[in-house]
């Protein structure tokens, strides 16, 4: 998960995943202004977008 999410390195750095790379996820980690949650998911890639909110609409549970 890290790979893919990125994560703060030994030094406290934060270093990009590859989500970010690919532009999946915005560049960077947890937004300060929220204390220390982690941002909303926000799609830059419109089909990418369309798959999550199928997703997320889907009824959960068993």
Do not use: N, S
Request: avoid cysteine; aromatic fraction near 4%.
């Amino acid at each position: 998960m890290r790979q893919l999410q990125g994560g703060p390195d030994p030094g406290g750095r934060w270093v990009d995943g590859v989500a970010q790379e690919l532009e999946l996820l915005p560049p960077g980690g947890l937004d300060p202004g929220t204390g220390g949650q982690v941002r909303p998911f926000t799609a830059i890639d419109p089909t990418v977008a369309r798959r999550t909110a199928q997703q997320a609409a889907r009824p959960r549970g068993g």
